[in-house]
T-cell receptor
Framework: RKEVEQDPGPFNVPEGATVAFNCTYS??????FFWYRQDCRKEPKLLMS???SGNEDGRFTAQLNRASQYISLLIRDSKLSDSATYLC?????????????FGAGTQVVVTP | DAGVIQSPRHEVTEMGQEVTLRCKPI?????LFWYRQTMMRGLELLIY????????DSGMPEDRFSAKMPNASFSTLKIQPSEPRDSAVYFC?????????????FGQGTRLTVV
């Protein structure tokens, strides 16, 4: 089983619609969680950190469910510019501090 | 700051040749990561360093791969001999764990093609 798993998609989303997807992680001791965004042929960049209480940044909302070991990302009022691959990132710190583990990514395609 | 700098941006080499990828992390960052990205396997962590010391190299695929960090401002990833299946984008990232939720910054990557 992979340490961080994501639905690869693609999620085809009409402009203005809402899309949500999850990421599961295997290590229950993990303490830091992030969503990164990667555009085609570019490097990953931080979209937002995920806090225990859930957090929102504009149209983006991230949630953490420790009991079920997953994090989620919801995008409201999707824009064409939201088309990208969204990478779930977990800091696997139970046996080695600082080991950032990435999921394979969820592709989102926003259509006009 | 110029960010994480990787070189070269593109590398095309013949099978069997030695390839060296270079990375300059952001000044002051004490963690450095090497990742490999392919369509099939996504983003894989190869190795990471803390204060120039390799902490976890369990992701290095085989003995043909080696990484060094001789000082805080420079790291190399070497493949010798290279094989076509090594073709991928190799990313270097750096961060500083001053706080729990600290961002890792990525370089623009080196696109390696082994023919």
């Amino acid at each position: 089983r992979k340490e961080v798993e994501q639905d690869p998609g693609p999620f085809n989303v009409p402009e203005g619609a809402t899309v949500a997807f999850n990421c599961t992680y295997s290590n229950s001791a993990s303490q830091s969680f992030f969503w990164y965004r990667q555009d085609c042929r570019k490097e990953p960049k931080l979209l937002m950190s995920v806090y225990s209480s859930g957090n929102e940044d504009g149209r983006f909302t991230a949630q953490l469910n420790r009991a079920s070991q997953y994090i989620s990302l919801l995008i409201r009022d999707s824009k064409l510019s939201d088309s990208a691959t969204y990478l779930c990132v977990v800091n696997m710190i139970s046996d080695s501090w600082g080991k950032l583990q990435f999921g394979a990514g969820t592709q989102v395609v926003v259509t006009p | 700051d110029a960010g994480v700098i990787q070189s070269p941006r593109h590398e095309v080499t013949e099978m069997g040749q030695e390839v060296t990828l270079r990375c300059k992390p952001i000044s002051g960052h004490d963690y450095l990561f090497w990742y490999r990205q392919t369509m099939m396997r996504g983003l894989e962590l190869l190795i990471y360093f803390n204060n120039n010391v390799p902490i976890d190299d369990s992701g290095m695929p085989e003995d043909r791969f080696s990484a060094k960090m001789p000082n805080a401002s420079f790291s190399t990833l070497k493949i010798q001999p290279s094989e076509p299946r090594d073709s991928a984008v190799y990313f270097c990232a750096s961060t500083s764990w001053g706080a729990v939720n600290t961002e890792a910054f990525f370089g623009q990557g080196t696109r390696l093609t082994v023919v």
